[in-house]
Every structure is written in structure tokens, then in C-alpha cells.
């Protein structure tokens, strides 16, 4: 297939850029000079079959991959990273890069599966937003009272977004979010970094993305922007979270002993949102004074709760499942296989190893060789004009 097209260079940058590697990384592990690479990834050369090959092992990408020209446009808006202070930009390059593969997977199964549509509010604000009012009309808008969800990824899901669960490689990335548009439609990444084994904290990061979603400007360039800038959003997306998760009047009607740190074990089983952030809500809110949150603080520090929890090993931690049962449904109803999903991507100029999709789908290792398995509460199902092998 490689002889179609010529080597394209930024596919080249792309592969590396998604394994997290420099130029000078690549060039140890390859033995190719750094100025020969960034010629190759400019298009000023073409790598030798020899070279190739080198290039080839050292990133782990099909041959094919770096003869292909992407034949989507894809609009990519700013990606928000939780941690974009304290994580090292060839880290976020990296998940973004995945994340861009990832949609590009999606976009080849959005032609057979009949996805739920996206059902995001549009919240418009021309001066600081009320974070408590637009996080209760979002909660309006999907029905969900004043209650506690006990899965916001599943929430998520059901309505639209596209969510998946990956190794961050236990950097400071929790979770981040992406916008794309193609062809006119608008889709939302959401990617949960996998390192963190807590249910509450998971909770969160979802509704802290939501957040993003709903609150800011994809346009925005979080590159040039100061500091202070960056901390303002982030605290906007933490404070939705709060007031989405904990809505004001259900909470403190449950906050009979706010000043009780034990209290909020029990609230946690309920609520499904760490100690540490419902203490953090409780002040907001005022059910507890300076010197009470201090104290409760302290003492969540000095039992060790700022790294696990009570519960953490019990409340079981969501994960996301709609591109898991995509895959399921698609081998169960004999309309693609492992091995022609892998040949449908390639088709759609993206050539990638199984292992690859599987993690980028959030998927067992070896799930694009298992038999068939049939998928329990399927919410979704095959588009009746999906494209024919």
C-alpha cells in the first residue's frame, strides 16, 4: 500500500509526538541524527527503507501509517488540562495527539453506530458567570433534579460526549477535554486519566470537564494566557463541579453536622463526591466557618485522607462504556471483526496496531480478538444506512 503516496513527514511527527518523545529521544533510539528527523517530519527528506524501518520500530506504528494523508478535516479547539501548570508540555502534546486519533477512530465507527446525540446546553453569559444557576439549568436541562448522580460518566455519556479511560503515565494529568468539529457537526473528548483509583475523584474530573464544556471559550489560547488567567478557569470549572454535584439546597440540607469530619464518610456514600471537596463546599456555602474548614482540613491531612480516603476501595469507580459497547455490538452482530475494524481505519487513512485502538478505546487487552460476546444494555445500536464492507 506504501507506494501510493509519498512518506508523509508530519505523520511522522504525530506517531512521535504520541509516544512522548522529542526529536532528540527519537534520535538515541533510532541512531538518526535530530537534524535528519526534523528534515523528514518538515518534508525536506524522505527517510531511507533502512531508516525507515528504524523509525518504524522505535515508534510502533504500521508502515502504512506514514504514507497516508488524512482525508477528514478536523477543527480542534483548545484542549483543558486540569494540571496545565504543573504538567510538562511534551506530556500534554502527547494526550492530545491520542486524543486526536482517538476521534478519528470515532468518527470511522460513528458510520455504523447510531451514537447518542450530543444534548449540551448552550449557557450563555456576558459578565462573570453564576456558576450556581447555569450548574442547576444543565441539571434541568437532562432532568436530573436535585439529587446525586451516581455515575457522571455514564451522564455523560447518554448525552453525547465521547469519554474514554487511559494510562496518563502517572503524570499530574487527571483528566482533560477537547472540542472538534467536522463536517459541520460538533463533538466533545473527554479523556479520565486511569492512574487515580478513586470513584469520587473520577466524579469530579468528569463534572470539572463539564465544566469546560459548558463555561469557557474553545477558542481560547491557554499558551499566552498569564497565570492568574489559568487559575481563574480552572476555578470556575471546580466551582461547577461543586455546585453540579452538590447542588446547594440538597446538600446543606444534608449537612446536619458540617463541623463533624467523620459525618462526611456517610455524606460520601451518598453523594459520591471526596470528603475533602464537600468540606470545601460546606465553607463555600457557609455551613462552616474559617476556623472550622481549617480544622476539618488539618485533620483530613494529618489521617492521610489527601491520598486515599474512606471508601475509596468500596464505591465502585465508573468507567466509560459506550465506545467498549460500540466494539461489543458491532462483533456480536457480525457487521465488522477485529481484524476489519483494523481494515475499515486503514481504509479511512488511519493504520494503526490493535493494541493501540484498544487502549485508545478503553478496551481489555486482546478484545479485537475475542469471539463475540453479547453486550447487556446496549443504548445504542447499528445505523440502518451504515457503510457496507
Known sequence: MSNRRAFNGSRLKQARTFRGMTIAELAEETSV??????????GKANPSLETLLRLISALGFPRDYFYEEDIQEIKAGTTFFRALLTTNKKDRLS??????????????????????????????????????????????HWNLGTEPISNMVHLLEKNGLILTSISTGGNNIDAFSQRQEVDGREFYFVVLGDDKGSAARRQFSAAHELGHIILHDWSTDLEVISR???????????????????????????????????????????????ISAMVVRAFQLKAINHNQYQYLMRQISKKGWRSQEPLDDVIP?????????????????????????????????????????????????????????ESNSVVIEIKSTGAVL
Open 228 to 274: 492568574e488567567e489559568f487559575r481563574e478557569i480552572e476555578n470556575e470549572a471546580n466551582q461547577f463541579a461543586a455546585a453540579f454535584l452538590l447542588p446547594k439546597e440538597s446538600f446543606l440540607n444534608d449537612l446536619i453536622y458540617p463541623n463533624k469530619l467523620d459525618y462526611y464518610i456517610e455524606l460520601k456514600r451518598k453523594w459520591r463526591v471526596s
Open 95 to 140: 494526550q492530545e495527539e491520542k486524543t486526536k486519533v482517538l476521534s478519528k477512530i470515532y468518527y470511522v465507527l460513528d458510520k455504523y453506530i447510531k451514537f447518542p446525540k450530543l444534548s449540551v446546553p448552550v449557557i450563555t453569559h456576558e459578565t462573570t458567570p453564576d456558576i450556581e444557576s447555569i450548574a442547576l439549568q444543565v441539571r434541568e
Open 33 to 42: 541524527t535530530k537534524q535528519a528527523i526534523s528534515n523528514y517530519e518538515n
Open 317 to 373: 469507580i465508573p468507567k466509560p462504556s459506550l465506545l467498549k459497547k460500540a466494539i461489543e455490538l458491532l462483533k456480536s452482530k457480525g457487521v465488522l471483526s477485529g481484524d476489519q475494524l483494523i481494515q475499515q481505519l486503514s481504509k479511512n487513512s488511519i493504520s494503526l496496531n490493535k493494541m493501540d485502538v484498544e487502549v485508545l478505546l478503553g478496551l481489555e487487552e486482546g478484545t479485537l480478538n475475542d469471539a463475540q460476546r
